[in-house]
């Protein structure tokens, strides 16, 4: 049997690259400038020695490795994503797909309490993993997020943590299960190649202040920098990635970046990942910054409601901030 692997990226170039990983425990402001200067190079980074502890990430990790195994038609009674709940293959509304299966939760508490009940045999053991874990990863957001106000000289630093501490915060959390290569019969020449580099989640930024990530030890995260040479994020046992997101992008006024990245699928081991989306409630108006206009504002103001309408009515790979470009 030949196993060749053929990839839809044959031709693109990719580049070996080592995210600037911040250490949380660093005194300030040596560690503010490192998450501004990252923010502005990548607008991705890890963070080690963050507070959010082993058993709580174990624990969820567990929940969601008892979820993805579970029988198909068990799993779909939490679907179809809607777009929170249980979703295969289908992202969004617009016809994107990816070799990934997901549970979207809206971090409401009665939100994670329903969606619960049809996700887990035992519904209290799931939501307090969830729980635990979201008020776990909110407080390290807000942590970064204030360094980040204090890296730019913002005078009240919690101007973007507030958002995200707001009851009404609209923020979500992801499971991500990405399952591992199939070998698959070319019909015309019989030849079998398995689908390794198959995307799993397409390439996107994320519309949302902030993303934190938690992933197991198996490599699939690429970013595209600045020459849109996409560069692998490996796995780190203990790290959070974060990532700028739009509504950051916009809030300093371009200073920071909102970074298109993907996940591809690995041909040997499945992998998970766990993403906290931190955003603000709809009704929140989104406007650089005064301390940071330097120079004309290049967004106009907008309301996440409106922006995440405009999200949804487009294809993942679509470019949205652009649409709100002053010029
Ligand atoms: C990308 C980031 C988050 O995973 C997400 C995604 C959302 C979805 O899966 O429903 C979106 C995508 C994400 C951006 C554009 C729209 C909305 C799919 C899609 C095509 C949950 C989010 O908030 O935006």
Same mark, same amino acid.
């Given at each position: ?17 080592? +995210? ?44 969601? +490795? ?197 996940? +591809? ?16 409630? +709809? ?45």
């Amino acid at each position: 049997m030949v196993v060749a692997s053929p990839t839809p990226f044959r031709s693109e170039k990719i580049q070996a690259f080592e +995210l600037p990983i911040i250490d949380l425990s660093l005194e300030r402001p040596e560690v503010s400038k490192l998450i501004v200067k990252a923010c502005e190079d990548y607008g991705f980074f890890m963070v080690i020695n963050h507070s959010v502890p082993e058993d709580i990430i174990a624990k969820m990790e567990q929940e969601s +490795l008892n979820f993805f195994a579970k029988p198909v038609c068990e799993k779909q009674k939490a679907g179809p994503a809607n777009p929170v709940g249980y979703g295969c293959k289908n992202i969004g509304f617009n016809g994107d797909i990816g070799e990934v299966e997901y549970l979207l939760l809206n971090t409401s508490p009665l939100s994670i309490n329903q969606l619960s009940k049809s996700v887990s045999n035992d519904p209290s053991n799931f939501s307090s993993a969830v729980s635990d874990y979201i008020q776990a990863v909110r407080e390290v957001a807000c942590e970064i997020l204030d360094l980040m106000a204090e890296g730019l000289w913002v005078p009240d630093t919690a101007v973007f943590s507030r958002l995200i501490r707001d009851v009404d915060s609209d923020s979500l959390f992801r499971l991500n299960h990405y399952p591992t290569t199939v070998l698959c019969k070319d019909k015309d020449t019989s030849v079998s190649y398995n689908n390794s580099n198959m995307v799993g989640f397409g390439e996107h930024t994320d519309p949302q202040i902030v993303t934190l990530l938690r992933s197991n030890d198996v490599g699939g995260l690429q970013i595209s920098l600045h020459d849109g040479v996409w560069t692998p994020v490996p796995p780190h046992p203990t790290a959070f990635c974060v990532n700028v997101g739009d509504v950051l992008q916009a809030m300093t006024n371009g200073r920071f970046v909102s970074v298109r990245h993907r996940a +591809l699928i690995n041909s040997y081991k499945p992998r998970m990942s766990m993403a906290y989306f931190a955003a603000p409630p +709809l009704h929140s108006w989104i406007t650089a910054l005064p301390e940071i206009i330097h120079r004309p504002p290049l967004y106009k103001p907008f309301t996440w409601a409106e922006y995440k309408k405009t999200a949804h009515s487009l294809r993942l790979g679509d470019g949205r901030l652009t649409l709100f470009r002053t010029c």
